[in-house]
């Protein structure tokens, strides 16, 4: 088997039988053999019942069908524990993605690359969108030290290897970029065509957004602890030197207004600051405690010529 793709699938039966009917005809032109994995994630359109006619009629077409939805990268490792391929095609299953730029990536990865990215010149999201996204790499990059592309995202291929090392590793925090960039290996980056949304809507709402980019800040970087240990540092330096002014005025005898204002002021500033800290190492906490459970990353239901 030459090649795997594999579409996370959640609120896309509307786009399932055309995208599969476009990937197959430009991996036919390809001469690859190849099977096309399509997980879904409990999605709320009938998904499923899309899958399993498509899974019918092309025993290339294989499915996942998960328990409950568990998320897109979940859903994406379900697929990458199970594909047979030298090479593997991630890929938004809602036709924002092209199957018709998928030959760029192959040209490139014949270069002898074992990850080639597709980066989005053109991204076609709404402006709040791209807004957030960007001001998430920005954090992103300054938490963890890294340098991440704004314009990638899940569009990219994979060779064997390095989906190996991917799917050893089972921590929850699963954004398949930010895996990908840790594992090394030799990387390539391709600019590609971005599509409109054309069926069906974005499941990322603004919670679930924020819930993804504070689960790779957290998941990624100890720098929030560092940073509150810096803002508490500087916090105790200068009421040190706010306290030796004091105490000169004291001992040159100047008067020293008992400060009613000051006093609450600090009392409730650095109670706050407390909280928050004790909040940033609750939220760790939080982390550890989902990591040492070791459930399963995703549960499947039933499965299609797999
Ligand atoms: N997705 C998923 N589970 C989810 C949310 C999304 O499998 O809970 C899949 C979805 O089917 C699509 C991809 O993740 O293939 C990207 O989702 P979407 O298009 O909604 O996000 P956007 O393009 O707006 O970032
Ligand atoms: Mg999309």
Same mark, same amino acid.
């Given at each position: ?6 579409? @996370? ?21 390809? #001469?690859?053999s190849?099977?096309? =994995?399509?997980?879904?994630?409990? !999605? ?19 499915? =996942?069908?998960?328990?409950? &939805? ?32 998928? +030959? ?18 053109? $991204? ?8 957030? !996204? ?5 954090f992103?990059?300054?938490? *963890? ?13 994979? *060779?064997?290897?390095v ?6 590793? $089972? ?9 990908? #960039? ?14 409109k ?26 720098? @929030?602890?560092? %940073?509150?240990?810096? =803002? ?5 330096? *200068?009421?040190?030197?706010y ?12 008067? &020293?207004? +008992? ?6 002021v !600090? %009392? ?11 909040? %940033? ?9 989902e990591?040492?459970?070791?459930? +399963? ?10």
């Open positions: 088997m030459d090649i795997s793709v594999v579409l @996370p699938c959640y609120n896309t039966a509307g786009t399932l039988e055309l995208l599969s009917e476009r990937l197959i005809k430009v991996l036919e032109r390809e #001469s690859k190849f099977e096309i =994995i399509m997980i879904n994630d409990c !999605s709320p359109s009938n998904d499923w019942e899309v899958i399993e006619k498509l899974a019918l009629k092309d025993n290339r077409i294989k499915g =996942i069908n998960l328990s409950r &939805n568990f998320g897109q990268y979940e859903a994406i490792t379900a697929g990458l524990d199970r594909v047979k391929g030298d090479y593997v095609v991630l890929m938004d299953a809602d036709l924002q993605d092209l199957p018709e730029e998928l +030959p760029k990536l192959l040209r490139e990865l014949e270069n002898g690359y074992d990850i080639v990215y597709g980066v989005r010149t053109n $991204r076609k999201d709404t402006f709040f969108k791209k807004l957030a !996204s960007n001001l998430f790499h920005k992103f990059n300054y938490f *963890s030290g890294t340098n991440t592309d704004k314009g990638i995202a899940t569009y990219a291929i994979y *060779s064997k290897k989906i190996s090392t991917i799917i050893s590793m $089972r921590e929850r925090y699963r954004e398949i970029y930010i895996l990908s #960039s840790w594992v090394g290996f030799k990387v390539a980056k391709v600019e590609i065509e971005h599509a949304r054309e069926i069906g809507e974005t499941s990322y709402d603004f919670k679930k957004g924020l819930d993804l980019a504070l689960g790779a800040m957290f998941a990624y970087s100890d720098k @929030p602890l560092k %940073v509150s240990v810096l =803002i508490g540092f500087v916090i105790s330096l *200068s009421s040190l030197v306290g030796l002014y004091i105490f000169i005025r004291g001992a040159l005898g100047m008067e &020293n207004i +008992p400060g009613w204002s000051s006093l609450i !600090s %009392v409730w500033f650095l109670g706050g600051l407390i909280l928050s800290f004790l909040g %940033v190492i609750g939220i760790y906490i939080g982390k550890i405690f990591e040492v459970k070791a459930r +399963p990353l995703y549960i499947v239901k039933d499965e299609l010529n797999l």
